[in-house]
């Protein structure tokens, strides 16, 4: 059976069909009508974008013609409509689908979400105490190029831009952290007093005999808490 292609301009076409017979010279005529829809394509802003983990991304489509568009995402490779409308929103990463349809006709457009590389910064110490009346210090590592603001508690007079600070009341201590792609995250850092530890010190002779006081040139063996009674010593 034989197959013809029309292509022609949007709208309404008249065909005019003959068809002559090889053998008798006859020729049978029709005419049909034919109504040529636009064919229809889809962009989306933004086609492809790279954001912090986390961070949502409003994709838009705009189909020509535009009027009646209608929309499908999806996400690629799946047949799950995930939004029905001009505009997406996502935060998960990956590759997405829209399909637009506009009387019947249908274009579809790709767009990627990406993630930047996460980063998994830490304050150290763990356990960070303020003995006495000294202060701590406490730092935020594994976090190359990052840009950090400490906020102490209300009672301290310290701060700091850097990747350190000097604790010197106790409290919480937070630290807002910017890394070199300007995805941010907090962290934050316990900190506790505790008093000096004064161990006794002893003195002796060689005997074990308790010394306060010595002769010029005689032997004395000084002595402090023995470390299976002090776990936290050095």
Same mark, same amino acid.
């Given at each position: 059976?034989?197959?013809?292609?029309?292509?022609?301009?949007?709208?309404?076409?008249?065909?005019?069909? *003959?068809?002559?017979? #090889?053998? #008798?010279?006859?020729?049978?005529?029709?005419?049909?009508?034919?109504?040529?829809?636009?064919?229809?394509?889809?962009?989306? *802003?933004?086609?492809?974008?790279?954001?912090?983990?986390?961070?949502?991304?409003?994709?838009?489509?705009?189909?020509?013609?535009?009027?009646?568009?209608? !929309?499908?995402?999806?996400?690629?490779?799946?047949?799950?409509?995930?939004?029905?409308?001009?505009?997406?929103?996502? #935060?998960?990463?990956?590759? !997405?689908?829209?399909?637009?349809?506009?009387?019947?006709?249908?274009?579809?457009?790709?767009?990627?979400?990406?993630?930047?590389?996460?980063?998994?910064?830490?304050?150290?110490?763990?356990?960070?105490?303020?003995?006495?009346?000294?202060?701590?210090?406490?730092?935020?590592?594994?976090?190359?190029?990052?840009?950090?603001?400490?906020?102490?508690?209300?009672?301290? #007079?310290?701060?700091?831009?850097?990747?350190?600070?000097?604790?010197?009341?106790?409290?919480?201590?937070?630290?807002?952290?910017?890394?070199?792609? *300007?995805?941010?995250?907090?962290?934050?850092?316990?900190?506790?007093?505790?008093?000096?530890?004064?161990?006794?010190?002893?003195?002796?002779?060689?005997?074990?005999?308790?010394?306060?006081?010595?002769? *010029?040139?005689?032997?004395?063996?000084?002595?402090?808490?023995?470390?299976?009674?002090?776990?936290?010593?050095?």
């Amino acid at each position: 059976r034989p197959k013809y292609t029309f292509l022609g301009t949007a709208g309404f076409q008249q065909i005019r069909l *003959n068809v002559p017979e #090889s053998t #008798s010279g006859c020729v049978s005529r029709d005419t049909f009508y034919l109504i040529i829809k636009p064919s229809v394509s889809v962009v989306v *802003n933004p086609p492809s974008v790279t954001v912090c983990p986390g961070d949502t991304v409003s994709f838009t489509a705009a189909a020509t013609p535009s009027s009646p568009a209608i !929309y499908r995402w999806y996400k690629f490779g799946q047949s799950n409509v995930l939004s029905s409308g001009a505009g997406f929103s996502a #935060s998960q990463p990956g590759a !997405y689908t829209v399909i637009a349809s506009v009387n019947g006709c249908k274009a579809g457009f790709n767009v990627n979400l990406g993630n930047y590389p996460a980063i998994s910064p830490r304050v150290v110490p763990d356990t960070p105490a303020i003995c006495g009346g000294s202060g701590a210090l406490l730092q935020v590592v594994d976090c190359p190029g990052c840009s950090f603001a400490w906020a102490p508690p209300p009672a301290s #007079s310290t701060s700091s831009n850097n990747s350190s600070i000097i604790a010197d009341v106790p409290g919480v201590y937070e630290v807002d952290i910017l890394d070199q792609n *300007n995805c941010a995250q907090s962290l934050i850092s316990q900190v506790v007093t505790r008093p000096y530890l004064i161990p006794p010190i002893i003195s002796s002779d060689i005997n074990d005999t308790v010394l306060t006081s010595i002769c *010029n040139g005689r032997p004395l063996v000084i002595e402090t808490t023995p470390l299976d009674s002090c776990t936290t010593c050095t």
